[in-house]
């Protein structure tokens, strides 16, 4: 491998780049777009344009493209050459300010849950210049925004900057109340990513995998994860090869790719990278993903993001790090070490504690997909309650301030939230409470519950915006105050009082919390279907608007979109499942019974007895004939899937997904009866245990 730090960022066009590269006040124009948010000058665009193009094609670039997060959840480019002809049949390679800020890639074929009319089928996208520009596949890739002319977002990434200066706004009004002149305050985001490995050759044998990302039919394999073997295990060199490839394909496009390990289950693993601006990690996290798929593929792998490809053994996740920093380097969650940044902590993490709570059904929203409703409250994953694990440490300090008692030493008095001492938080916090959907690790909280595939943009919207309204409120009451201390320490006693309830360091998996959450009245959103309605809510569609995040009509677009997009996910299983059934897995059973009983037929004619054959011919008949049924089942209820997404949601899980699991019994039971040589795709066995 060539010298990691050369190669660190080979392939982005970073401030060290633009400083070698642009004129000096190019430059500081373009820093100071990069850190307000200001609009470009179009002359200096156009000097950034150029810039741009000469290193891209010094570094082999022949096209363009702008690079967006469409309401698919993925990326998509549309790429341009650089070409431009200049007569005599020559060309030469030019690029424009005007190309670069913004671009008209055909909106009509993405999702818009009704937004744009589809006569009216222009979208535009527009730079992000605060995530820097990159070279992949031999295009420089521009991340940009999605909007619609009429100026509503069509993308994930939109209303993640809309939220981002939200927080900021908000929190740099409770820092001025500490005496702090800070002018940008930003979230930041390490997202740890699951994902499993499996041989190519069998994966090219299950439609399943290819169709849906996971599998639909599959008895267990004798071993599972039981033995707890695979863990921080010793790493296969092919895997090792992999990691090694894909670790340098991030490094070149300056992914600080960190930590890789073996996860829980059999050839599941993580990448965790360190932690950075949140859309920058949203944008860094859908390109690791990218890579991980191409990378494998030269391995002779293939990378599964689905968040449940295996029944029987754990699905993925990916642990969403938060926390919000100031552009002085002051991280907000980290309590400090005096009494006074202690207070501004506690005030800090009121407001997580109260946006939580009053925010649960929105975080709940955010991860609610139907790959997704596979792990939450599956006993590997965090249910699909919300609550918070603040650690011991602090939940005595939160204690005292509502009890108003002192938690170590009963001779002191209770201490008001300006003095209050909070004692040293450990920072391996997180692994005192592995089932906590929301854990305060030292200096940052993890979520858990978004899945695998997740683009983590959404739950990033939701946190920002309502941590930025809980910062809001607290700003106008503060600032209203003649007191401040004393208003403080009242307003901190007050909120934690009242969502108290969301903390809660007990077992998340166990069968008691269900029952407690609901006399704490928290709510318990099982599936999607039953999640996403409360996107709409009153309260939701206030605190959206208040902050500038999405309007009304972006909002019940979007929910159309997440609604028709899960019932879409559950119609294709199901189809492939009746697919897969007609075509495979029926014929082979009715196949291997009549080799069995022709078998049979022989051994009678020679006068063997021939018992076992019929009897084992006659069992898979019967079950054969159960299985038929079953499938004759699905496809009805497939027939059935009503027009409107909004039915036929709840329709798809009421009624498809039964019917899917009831003919998948029949199937995995058939599996264990029938010769491994004759069942039609490979088995848990072949694709978690290779070699
Ligand atoms: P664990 O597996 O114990 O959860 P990891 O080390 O795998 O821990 O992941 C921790 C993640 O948290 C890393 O991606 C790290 O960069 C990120 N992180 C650390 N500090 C912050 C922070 N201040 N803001 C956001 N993410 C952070
Ligand atoms: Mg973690």
Same mark, same amino acid.
């Given at each position: 491998?060539?010298?990691?730090?050369?190669?660190?960022?080979?392939?982005?066009?970073?401030?060290?780049?633009?400083?070698?590269?642009?004129?000096?006040?190019?430059? /500081?124009?373009?820093?100071?777009?990069?850190?307000?948010?200001?609009?470009?000058?179009? #002359?200096?665009?156009?000097?950034?344009?150029?810039?741009?193009?000469?290193?891209?094609?010094?570094?082999?670039?022949?096209?363009?493209?702008?690079?967006?997060?469409?309401? *698919?959840?993925?990326?998509?480019?549309?790429?341009?050459?650089?070409?431009?002809?200049?007569?005599?049949?020559?060309?030469?390679?030019?690029?424009?300010?005007?190309?670069?800020?913004?671009?008209?890639?055909?909106?009509?074929?993405?999702?818009?849950?009704?937004?744009?009319?589809?006569?009216?089928?222009?979208?535009?996208?527009?730079?992000?210049?605060?995530?820097?520009?990159?070279?992949?596949?031999?295009?420089?890739?521009?991340?940009? &925004?999605?909007?619609?002319?009429?100026?509503?977002?069509?993308?994930?990434?939109?209303?993640?900057?809309?939220?981002?200066?939200?927080?900021?706004?908000?929190?740099?009004?409770?820092?001025?109340?500490?005496?702090?002149?800070?002018?940008?305050?930003?979230?930041?985001?390490?997202?740890?990513?699951?994902?499993?490995?499996?041989?190519?050759?069998?994966?090219?044998?299950?439609?399943?995998?290819?169709?849906?990302?996971?599998?639909?039919?599959?008895?267990?394999?004798?071993?599972?994860?039981?033995?707890?073997?695979?863990?921080?295990?010793?790493?296969?060199?092919?895997?090792?090869?992999?990691?090694?490839?894909?670790?340098?394909?991030? =490094?070149?496009?300056?992914?600080? #790719?960190?930590?890789?390990?073996?996860?829980?289950?059999?050839?599941?693993?993580?990448? #965790?990278?360190?932690?950075? *601006?949140? !859309?920058?990690?949203?944008?860094?996290?859908?390109?690791?993903?990218?890579?991980?798929?191409?990378?494998?593929?030269?391995?002779?792998?293939?990378?599964?993001?689905?968040?449940?490809?295996?029944?029987?053994?754990?699905?993925?996740?990916?642990?969403?790090? =938060?926390?919000?920093?100031?552009?002085?380097?002051? !991280?907000?969650?980290?309590?400090?070490? *005096?009494?006074?940044?202690?207070?501004?902590?506690?005030?800090?993490?009121?407001?997580?504690?109260?946006?939580?709570?009053?925010?649960?059904?929105?975080?709940?929203?955010?991860?609610?997909?139907?790959?997704?409703?596979?792990?939450?409250?599956?006993?590997?994953?965090?249910?699909?309650?919300?609550?918070?694990?603040?650690?011991?440490?602090?939940?005595?300090?939160?204690?005292?301030?509502?009890?108003?008692?002192?938690?170590?030493?009963?001779?002191?008095?209770?201490?008001?939230?300006?003095?209050?001492?909070?004692?040293?938080?450990?920072?391996?916090?997180?692994?005192?409470?592995?089932?906590?959907?929301?854990?305060?690790?030292?200096?940052?909280?993890?979520?858990?519950?978004?899945?695998?595939?997740?683009?983590?943009?959404?739950? !990033?919207?939701?946190?920002?915006?309502?941590?930025?309204?809980?910062?809001?409120?607290?700003?106008?009451?503060?600032?209203? #105050?003649?007191?401040?201390?004393?208003?403080?320490?009242?307003?901190?006693?007050?909120?934690?009082?009242?969502?108290?309830?969301?903390?809660?360091?007990?077992?998340?998996?166990?069968?008691?919390?269900?029952?407690?959450?609901?006399?704490?009245?928290?709510?318990?959103?099982?599936?999607?279907?039953? &999640?996403?309605?409360?996107?709409?809510?009153?309260? !939701?569609?206030?605190?959206?608007?208040?902050?500038?995040?999405?309007?009304?009509?972006?909002?019940?677009?979007?929910?159309?979109?997440?609604?028709?997009?899960?019932?879409?996910?559950?119609?294709?299983?199901? @189809?492939?499942?009746?697919?897969?059934?007609?075509?495979?897995?029926?014929?082979?059973?009715?196949?291997?019974?009549?080799?069995?009983?022709?078998?049979?037929?022989?051994?009678?004619?020679?006068?063997?007895?021939?018992?076992?054959?019929?009897?084992?011919?006659?069992?898979? *008949?019967? /079950?054969?004939?159960?299985?038929?049924?079953?499938?004759?089942?699905?496809?009805?209820?497939?027939?059935?899937?009503?027009?409107?997404?909004?039915?036929?949601?709840?329709? @798809?899980?009421?009624?498809?997904?039964?019917?899917?699991?009831?003919?998948?019994?029949?199937?995995?039971?058939?599996?264990?009866?029938?010769?491994?040589?004759?069942?039609?795709?490979?088995?848990?066995?072949?694709?978690?245990?290779?070699?």
């Amino acid at each position: 491998m060539k010298c990691v730090p050369e190669l660190f960022g080979s392939m982005v066009f970073n401030e060290s780049v633009m400083r070698d590269r642009l004129p000096k006040e190019v430059f /500081r124009a373009l820093q100071k777009t990069r850190r307000t948010g200001e609009a470009l000058d179009p #002359a200096v665009a156009d000097v950034v344009a150029s810039a741009m193009k000469d290193w891209a094609v010094s570094k082999g670039a022949t096209h363009y493209t702008h690079w967006f997060q469409p309401m *698919t959840g993925i990326t998509a480019e549309k790429h341009d050459s650089f070409l431009s002809p200049c007569g005599e049949g020559k060309v030469l390679m030019e690029f424009s300010g005007k190309e670069l800020t913004k671009g008209e890639p055909d909106a009509s074929s993405f999702p818009s849950g009704g937004l744009r009319a589809t006569f009216e089928a222009r979208g535009y996208t527009a730079w992000d210049p605060t995530s820097d520009a990159f070279i992949k596949d031999d295009t420089l890739c521009i991340p940009t &925004a999605f909007c619609s002319y009429t100026g509503e977002v069509l993308d994930k990434k939109t209303p993640l900057l809309r939220s981002m200066d939200a927080i900021s706004r908000e929190a740099c009004r409770v820092l001025r109340l500490f005496g702090k002149d800070v002018q940008r305050v930003t979230t930041t985001v390490g997202p740890e990513q699951e994902y499993f490995l499996i041989n190519k050759e069998d994966y090219a044998r299950r439609p399943d995998l290819i169709l849906t990302g996971r599998t639909l039919f599959g008895a267990r394999a004798p071993k599972g994860q039981e033995m707890e073997d695979h863990y921080f295990g010793a790493i296969r060199p092919r895997v090792k090869a992999f990691m090694a490839d894909l670790d340098e394909e991030l =490094w070149k496009l300056g992914i600080y #790719a960190k930590t890789e390990h073996n996860e829980v289950a059999p050839c599941q693993h993580e990448m #965790a990278p360190v932690f950075g *601006t949140t !859309n920058v990690a949203a944008d860094h996290n859908q390109l690791t993903m990218e890579i991980m798929k191409k990378v494998a593929d030269r391995h002779g792998f293939v990378c599964l993001l689905h968040e449940k490809p295996f029944e029987g053994v754990n699905g993925s996740g990916k642990h969403n790090n =938060w926390s919000i920093s100031t552009d002085t380097g002051e !991280n907000l969650l980290d309590p400090g070490r *005096t009494p006074a940044s202690n207070a501004q902590f506690l005030l800090f993490l009121t407001a997580v504690i109260k946006a939580v709570d009053e925010y649960q059904d929105l975080l709940r929203i955010s991860v609610a997909t139907a790959g997704n409703d596979h792990r939450l409250g599956a006993n590997e994953a965090p249910p699909a309650i919300v609550s918070m694990y603040i650690g011991d440490e602090l939940q005595a300090v939160v204690d005292e301030l509502v009890t108003g008692k002192p938690h170590e030493n009963a001779s002191r008095e209770a201490m008001s939230v300006g003095v209050l001492a909070i004692p040293r938080i450990p920072l391996d916090n997180s692994d005192r409470n592995r089932t906590s959907p929301f854990a305060f690790t030292g200096n940052k909280f993890e979520f858990r519950m978004p899945g695998s595939s997740l683009n983590i943009a959404c739950t !990033n919207i939701m946190l920002n915006t309502a941590v930025a309204e809980e910062l809001r409120q607290f700003a106008d009451e503060l600032e209203a #105050a003649d007191d401040f201390a004393a208003a403080l320490d009242t307003l901190v006693r007050r909120e934690i009082s009242a969502h108290r309830r969301i903390l809660f360091n007990g077992n998340g998996y166990s069968a008691e919390w269900p029952q407690e959450a609901a006399r704490r009245g928290l709510l318990n959103l099982a599936s999607t279907p039953e &999640a996403l309605p409360h996107y709409v809510d009153q309260k !939701n569609l206030d605190l959206f608007a208040r902050h500038g995040v999405y309007s009304e009509s972006e909002m019940r677009s979007r929910l159309e979109i997440v609604l028709e997009e899960y019932a879409k996910t559950i119609r294709i299983e199901g @189809c492939t499942s009746a697919d897969m059934l007609r075509k495979m897995i029926l014929p082979a059973c009715m196949a291997y019974s009549k080799k069995v009983a022709d078998g049979a037929a022989v051994k009678k004619g020679l006068g063997i007895c021939a018992d076992t054959e019929i009897k084992l011919a006659s069992d898979v *008949t019967a /079950r054969t004939a159960a299985l038929m049924e079953k499938t004759d089942a699905l496809e009805q209820t497939l027939a059935g899937i009503p027009e409107s997404a909004e039915e036929a949601a709840p329709y @798809c899980r009421d009624h498809v997904i039964p019917a899917m699991e009831a003919a998948r019994a029949d199937a995995d039971a058939l599996e264990r009866m029938v010769d491994r040589s004759a069942w039609p795709m490979p088995d848990y066995t072949d694709l978690l245990f290779y070699v």
